[in-house]
């Protein structure tokens, strides 16, 4: 089996996130009272999927502005671990934040 380059999971990254897009039919609710739950996305991550149509919102103030639907990340770190073997999408979610993880940690 070839190994991946980062570059490739990154591709994979890309594919992924743009499939669960497609498959989240439900409209977005990210802002204002009830919003649904959202993540903010670490800088590798941002860099990663710049230029991928990804519905967010944007709330001015301190810290990350950006907010993105989380059924999306996690609907496609899903799809990763299952064609990967494990999840370059990991979350920590005391911060409501989606990063990308090396294999290894």
């Known amino acids: 089996m ?13 594919s992924a996130i743009s ?3 497609e498959e989240e039919t439900e409209p977005f609710n990210l ?3 009830g919003h649904e739950p959202r993540v903010t996305l ?7 999927i710049r ?4 519905p967010c919102v944007y709330i ?3 810290g990350a502005n950006c907010h993105y639907p989380e059924r999306v990340f ?3 770190a899903k799809t990763l671990k299952r064609k990967l073997g494990w999840e370059p999408i990991q ?3 005391w911060e409501s934040k989606a990063y990308r993880a090396d294999r290894d940690s």
């Open 2 to 14: 070839k190994t991946l380059t980062d570059k490739d999971i990154n591709a994979e990254i890309r």
């Open 31 to 33: 802002s204002g009272r």
């Open 74 to 76: 996690r609907r496609a």
């Open 60 to 62: 001015s103030g301190y």
């Open 42 to 48: 670490c800088l590798r991550l941002a860099a990663i």
């Open 19 to 21: 499939s669960a897009i």
């Open 91 to 93: 979350f920590l979610s």
């Open 51 to 54: 230029g991928v149509e990804i």
